[in-house]
Every structure is written in structure tokens, then in C-alpha cells.
């Protein structure tokens, strides 16, 4: 067993060493790996990536999920909880790959729906023919990069306003701000982020305001959550049309559960898409409070986290399940129509 994880260890180094992190095809697989089994593992999750982001792409996201589908989940839940094909050259091969189909899509034109891609962690890009926006857009894990700066950088352009859930640097990236910033699209977020390129706001007497986007103004509420202690706020922002989405950031406070179990009541109208991490508390009891009519999970397989809080894709769907939600679990690199 020593030997092998000498051989992974050292194969790892080597790939990392060759290939740079970001936009690297994996090397061909060898015929036979006597002897070789770091390459083993390696390409092995290279295949298993591959196969199903496949099939992720013939079977897209539902509230009613195939059993192939949520195989697929779970395969990607066991490569990304591996903490060896952290940074590996397969990690990023999938995720540039992932990124670089929603930077394509987000250049066609829009469906008749609303259309919600899924970035990394709680990165989300949600538009409609008259307006595109971004929640808590995030390209780094730490000092590492997950979403390439030129993929990034295309994903920020498309959008008109980006909102941010609270100060976390993997919510409030610095360089997905700044690149905002030099494109020209608003940024908003809580009064406590120490950005001077983002806008300030929240609505502590949940009152509705209206904030400027490129391409006109937009109606939100930004709802004053929190994450411990931490101010985050929930972002309800109603779509030209009346569509109504809310981006629950990361909320997690328990003094703010006895207005969230009954949030519904405290909005214009209620949220057709709840946008909420997959480890909130009292998930249940937040949901039915803003009584939204689809439920899009977020949150998992944070990078940064340790692999116990990773949160799985197919602990989600067990949790959905469980709580008889009309929810959809979203891998990155997917987009979900609601119409």
C-alpha cells in the first residue's frame, strides 16, 4: 500500500510539473499499468470524468432524475472527494470543459425560459431575454484557480449586474469584482464587504428597492441574512415579466429562522426558483417559508472544504427526496430551464 501511494503521489507531481493546471487534455491512457499505478488512478478519473460529464449531457437536469443520471452525480461526488485529483490535471480538464459550454451557451440566444446555469460552488448565472445576472460568481479556490480567467472574464461580459450573498472569498472574488468592474457591470452587495467596487445594500425592513443594471433597472429585495455573524443577504430579484428568483448565498442563522419559515409573507411575490446551499439549516423549514415552486441546490463539492463537508451530490438528492421538494440538482457546467 506504501508503494502505491508513492507511485500516486509521484505520478501527480509529474503531471502537475508537465502540464499546466488550466485548459490541459489529459495524456492517452497506457495499454497495460504494471508498475504504474499513480497513472492508473489518474487516468482512470480522466474516464470516469469524461464518461459522465457524457451523460450528464444526454440527460439534463430534472426535479425527476434518472437513475443513470444520479449514477453519474455520484461518480463525480467520489473523484472530487479524493483529495489526491485535487488540482490534478483531470480536475481541471472537466471543470475548463464545464465552464467553457456555459461561456458557448451564454453566448446563443436566450429560450423562452428562464434559463439558470450552474458555475462553481454557489456561482450562478440566471437570465432571461432581458437580463442576465450573476450570483456570487467565484473563479478560486484559496490561491488555486477553478474557472480560468479568460472563461470567467467571458461569463462576466454576458452579464448586467452581478450580486454578491456576503464578504466569504469564495462568494466575493476579488477578481471576478475587479474584472466586473472593468467590463462595466454593477456589482451589489451587504454593507459589510471591504470593496470599494462594490455597491453596499440591504433592506433590514425587507422593503423592496430598485438598483441599475446595464440594461435598465431591476427590482430587488436584498433580505437581511446572515452566516453566523456575518451579514449575507439573500438576493430576491424579480425579472422583467414578473419571474421572480431568489439566491440564498449562505445562509445559516439560527435567529433568522423565524422570519425565513415564513419569508413568503414578507415578499411582493413569491419566488418561482429558490436558489439555497444544500446544507442550510433547517433546509425543510426554509423552503416551505419561501414556498418557491422549483428548488435549485447549491453548494456542493465545495474545493476548499474538507472532504466531510463536501457536500455530495447524492446526499442532496437524498435530502430532496427525503423533504419531498420539487428540486433539481445541478452539477457545474449545467443549465436548467424553468418555464
Known amino acids: 500500500m506504501p508503494r502505491i501511494r508513492y507511485y500516486y503521489l509521484a505520478a501527480a507531481g509529474l503531471f502537475l510539473a508537465v502540464f499546466s493546471a488550466s485548459a490541459q487534455t489529459p495524456p492517452t491512457p497506457r495499454w497495460e499499468y504494471w508498475r504504474h499505478a499513480g497513472e492508473y488512478i489518474h487516468d482512470q478519473a480522466g474516464a470516469v470524468f469524461s464518461l459522465a460529464g457524457k451523460v450528464l449531457d444526454s440527460e439534463p437536469p430534472s426535479t425527476r432524475p434518472s437513475d443513470s443520471r444520479k449514477l453519474a452525480l455520484a461518480a463525480l461526488d467520489a473523484l472530487l472527494h479524493d483529495t489526491d485529483l485535487d488540482g490534478s490535471v483531470e480536475f481541471h480538464a472537466f471543470v475548463d470543459g464545464r465552464m467553457e459550454k456555459i461561456a458557448d451557451q451564454l453566448g446563443d440566444k436566450c429560450s423562452n425560459g428562464l434559463e439558470i446555469f450552474k ?7 440566471v437570465r432571461t431575454k432581458k437580463l442576465t445576472v450573476g450570483f456570487d460568481l467565484c473563479a478560486k479556490r484559496g490561491d488555486v ?11 462576466i461580459g454576458c452579464c448586467d449586474v452581478l450580486f454578491i450573498s456576503h464578504r466569504d472569498p469564495d462568494h466575493a472574488d476579488a477578481s471576478v469584482i475587479a474584472e466586473a468592474a472593468r467590463q462595466g457591470v454593477p456589482v451589489y452587495g451587504p454593507k459589510d464587504i471591504p470593496n470599494p467596487l462594490v455597491t453596499g445594500i440591504r433592506c433590514e425592513d425587507f422593503s423592496e428597492t430598485e438598483l441599475v443594471t446595464r440594461s435598465g433597472k431591476v427590482q430587488v429585495q436584498p433580505l437581511p441574512g446572515h452566516q453566523d455573524d456575518i451579514e449575507n443577504n439573500i438576493w430576491v430579484v424579480t425579472f422583467p415579466g414578473g419571474r421572480t428568483v431568489a439566491h440564498c448565498g449562505d445562509q445559516y442563522n439560527e435567529n433568522d ?11 411582493p411575490r413569491k419566488p418561482d426558483v429558490l436558489i439555497i446551499d444544500c ?61
Not at 458555475?119 to 448565472?125: D, E, R, V
Not at 484557480?145 to 461569463?155: A, K
Not at 429562522?257 to 415578499?267: I, T
Open 119 to 125: 458555475l462553481y460552488n454557489a456561482g450562478f448565472i
Open 145 to 155: 484557480t477553478i474557472v480560468p480567467p479568460r472563461l470567467m472574464s467571458r461569463m
Open 257 to 267: 429562522l423565524g422570519w425565513l419559515s415564513h419569508a413568503s409573507d414578507l415578499l
Open 279 to 339: 446544507w442550510a439549516m433547517e433546509l425543510g423549514k426554509t423552503i416551505s417559508g419561501f414556498s418557491p415552486k422549483v428548488v435549485v441546490s447549491a453548494h456542493e463539492n465545495e474545493m476548499g472544504h474538507s472532504i466531510d463537508h463536501r457536500e455530495a451530490f447524492w446526499l442532496s438528492l437524498y435530502k430532496y427526496d427525503t423533504l419531498s421538494a420539487d428540486a433539481v440538482v445541478t452539477a457545474w457546467g449545467e443549465k436548467y430551464i424553468y418555464r
